[in-house]
């Protein structure tokens, strides 16, 4: 049977942090905000932790622990419940991805930690979070992003579909496109445009090439040189040796003195250009 949660006082250095959470920053104005709130009316919503063997876990309340711990308190009010390992992530990765002051590049990393710990599938953990498995899988692909051009993203103001867009490159073109994105302020319409351009890149002109498979259209065109020569007069003699990987041609010409105005040097002439 689950104990009920009881309210308590305790020290807020008896207080450890949930390994659950991904919270990265903290607004500098939403925590002036908070700690002044404090400092006026004291901490009007409980955290809420679990027991352990030297203290308490916290599940929920890091922003007004780390305020009672900026403003010296003694105390802070503590919910304390009874929850499992796996109770514990769920409730923190719900609460992570519905709150509006995380940004989901956390609310993501949220998720990815539920799954990781608990060893979730896409499915099991979207059932949890009342989730479609697609997005789950919407956001953990942000994650792709390296950590500093999630920062510049959150920094310009982009979006999470911005940074959906965005992760579809290459990695050595994101930082160049987002720069791009946010200078000239692109909506989400906008970018998915200029990614696809992007990923579409216009061919460049190349020569053609010319694939022949048979060895024999270069062969009769050495036997039909060879004729030639022999119908303008000269002599040439044609050696041929095979092995196993190539065809070895030499083709030896003897030296003439050649005519002015006779027909072998108008062949030759004409073969040379």
Same mark, same amino acid.
């Given at each position: 049977?689950?104990?009920?949660?009881?309210?308590?006082?305790?020290?807020?250095?008896?207080?450890?942090?949930?390994?659950?959470?991904?919270?990265?920053?903290?607004?500098?104005?939403?925590?002036?905000?908070?700690?002044?709130?404090?400092?006026?009316?004291?901490?009007?919503?409980?955290?809420?932790?679990?027991?352990?063997?030297?203290?308490?876990?916290?599940?929920?309340?890091?922003?007004?622990?780390?305020?009672? %711990?900026?403003?010296?308190?003694?105390?802070?009010?503590?919910?304390?419940? $009874?929850? &499992? !390992?796996?109770? @514990?992530?769920? /409730?923190?990765?719900?609460?992570?991805?519905?709150?509006?002051?995380?940004?989901?590049?956390?609310?993501?990393?949220?998720?990815?930690?539920?799954?990781?710990?608990?060893?979730?599938?896409?499915?099991?953990?979207?059932?949890?979070?009342?989730?479609?498995?697609?997005?789950?899988?919407?956001?953990?692909?942000?994650?792709?992003?390296?950590?500093?051009?999630?920062?510049?993203?959150?920094?310009?103001?982009?979006?999470?579909?911005?940074?959906?867009?965005?992760?579809?490159?290459?990695?050595?073109?994101?930082? %160049?496109?987002?720069?791009?994105?946010?200078?000239?302020?692109?909506?989400? $319409?906008? &970018? !998915?445009?200029? @990614?696809?351009? /992007?990923?579409?890149?216009?061919?460049?002109?190349?020569?053609?090439?010319?694939?022949?498979?048979?060895?024999?259209?270069?062969?009769?065109?050495?036997?039909?040189?060879?004729?030639?020569?022999?119908?303008?007069?000269?002599?040439?003699?044609?050696?041929?040796?095979?092995?196993?990987?190539?065809?070895?041609?030499?083709?030896?010409?003897?030296?003439?003195?050649?005519?002015?105005?006779?027909?072998?040097?108008?062949?030759?002439?004409?073969?040379?250009?």
């Amino acid at each position: 049977m689950e104990t009920a949660p009881q309210l308590i006082f305790v020290s807020p250095d008896m207080i450890s942090p949930c390994p659950y959470q991904t919270r990265l920053t903290y607004r500098r104005e939403d925590m002036e905000n908070l700690i002044a709130s404090i400092k006026e009316n004291g901490i009007l919503q409980p955290l809420t932790a679990t027991k352990t063997a030297d203290g308490y876990q916290l599940i929920s309340g890091h922003r007004r622990l780390y305020a009672a %711990k900026m403003l010296g308190l003694e105390t802070v009010p503590l919910i304390v419940m $009874s929850k &499992t !390992d796996e109770e @514990i992530a769920v /409730l923190c990765a719900v609460e992570n991805i519905h709150r509006e002051d995380l940004n989901f590049f956390e609310q993501a990393s949220a998720i990815k930690l539920l799954m990781d710990s608990m060893g979730l599938t896409q499915q099991q953990a979207g059932q949890k979070l009342s989730l479609s498995q697609s997005a789950v899988a919407n956001k953990l692909r942000i994650l792709s992003i390296d950590s500093q051009l999630q920062r510049t993203i959150i920094k310009n103001g982009l979006t999470e579909r911005h940074a959906r867009a965005i992760c579809r490159l290459p990695k050595e073109k994101q930082q %160049k496109a987002t720069e791009y994105i946010a200078k000239h302020a692109l909506n989400v $319409s906008e &970018t !998915d445009r200029y @990614i696809e351009k /992007l990923l579409s890149p216009t061919k460049k002109k190349s020569r053609p090439r010319i694939c022949i498979k048979d060895i024999r259209i270069f062969t009769n065109s050495i036997t039909k040189a060879v004729s030639i020569m022999k119908t303008a007069g000269f002599e040439p003699k044609l050696e041929q040796k095979e092995t196993e990987d190539e065809v070895e041609y030499r083709i030896v010409i003897p030296l003439k003195k050649e005519q002015e105005n006779c027909p072998a040097a108008g062949v030759v002439q004409s073969l040379e250009k």
